[in-house]
T-cell receptor, first 116, second 115 residues
Framework: EAQVTQNPRYLITVTGKKLTVTCSQNMNHEYMSWYRQDPGLGLRQIYYSMNVEVTDKGDVPEGYKVSRKEKRNFPLILESPSPNQTSLYFC???????????????FGEGSRLTVL | AQKVTQAQTEISVVEKEDVTLDCVYETRDTTYYLFWYKQPPSGELVFLIRRNSFDEQNEISGRYSWNFQKSTSSFNFTITASQVVDSAVYFCALSEDTGRRALTFGSGTRLQVQP
C-alpha cells in the first residue's frame, strides 16, 4: 500500500529536549516536505526536499532542521523545542519529473507534538 | 505572494442538504494548481481534487463537484445531498509551478452535517 508514515503520532515533551519526527514514504517519490498545522492558519511549509541531499527552507523554518540522506526518509529535527512549536505536523511526498509539478502531494497521518 | 481565502469558518447543514464551500485565491503566476483536501476528525489529510490553471472545466465526482472560475479567482466545492460522513474540515490550497511546490492553504472550513 502506497503511504507516507510518520512517527511518533503523538508526543508530549519539555522545552529544550531534542526530538526527531521520522517520515518515510514507499512510493519512490523524489519530493518530500514538512508542514505544520495551527488553528486558523491552515498548513504552512517548514522545509522541503527536491531529492536526496537537496533540502531548502519553506515559509516557517525557524527552530527546525531536516536531512535527506535517503530517498525514502525525511526526518524533522527539533534541536531545542519550545512551546510555540506545539502543533500538528504533516509530512508529504510527491512524484517529480525534472522538478515539474506533476502530481498531488500525499500526506502522512500527522504527528501531534506538545512542548511544555 | 500567493493567498487563499476561505471566508466560511464553519458551516452547519442537515443531512441531504446541498452545501457549497467557497475558495478565493490570489496569485501572480500564470501557471498554478488548485487543490481541495478533506481533514476528517481522525486528522489525516485526504486529497480530493487537483486542477491546473489552464483547465477551467468543472468537475463532478459522485456527490462532489467543483466550479473553477479564473475570472473571479474562485474554486468552489459543492457537496450534493450531504451525509454525516462528510463532516470534516475542508482545505482549499494553491500551488505555484516551481520545484518548491509549496501548497498555500486556506484556513479551512469546518462542515458539520447533522443527521
Amino acid at each position: 500500500e502506497a503511504q507516507v508514515t510518520q512517527n511518533p503520532r503523538y508526543l508530549i515533551t519539555v522545552t529544550g529536549k531534542k526530538l526527531t519526527v521520522t517520515c518515510s514514504q514507499n512510493m519512490n517519490h523524489e519530493y518530500m516536505s514538512w508542514y505544520r498545522q495551527d488553528p486558523g492558519l491552515g498548513l504552512r511549509q517548514i522545509y522541503y526536499s527536491m531529492n536526496v541531499e537537496v533540502t531548502d527552507k519553506g515559509d516557517v523554518p525557524e527552530g527546525y532542521k531536516v536531512s535527506r540522506k535517503e530517498k525514502r526518509n525525511f526526518p524533522l529535527i527539533l534541536e531545542s523545542p519550545s512551546p510555540n512549536q506545539t502543533s500538528l505536523y504533516f509530512c508529504a511526498s510527491s512524484f517529480s519529473l525534472a522538478g515539474a509539478n506533476t502530481g498531488e502531494l500525499f500526506f502522512g497521518e500527522g504527528s501531534r507534538l506538545t512542548v511544555l | 505572494a500567493q493567498k487563499v481565502t476561505q471566508a466560511q469558518t464553519e458551516i452547519s447543514v442537515v443531512e441531504k442538504e446541498d452545501v457549497t464551500l467557497d475558495c478565493v485565491y490570489e496569485t501572480r503566476d500564470t501557471t498554478y494548481y488548485l487543490f481541495w483536501y478533506k481533514q476528517p476528525p481522525s486528522g489525516e489529510l485526504v486529497f480530493l481534487i487537483r486542477r491546473n490553471s489552464f483547465d477551467e472545466q468543472n468537475e463532478i465526482s459522485g456527490r462532489y463537484s467543483w466550479n473553477f472560475q479564473k475570472s473571479t479567482s474562485s474554486f468552489n466545492f459543492t457537496i450534493t445531498a450531504s451525509q454525516v460522513v462528510d463532516s470534516a474540515v475542508y482545505f482549499c490550497a494553491l500551488s505555484e509551478d516551481t520545484g518548491r511546490r509549496a501548497l498555500t492553504f486556506g484556513s479551512g472550513t469546518r462542515l458539520q452535517v447533522q443527521p
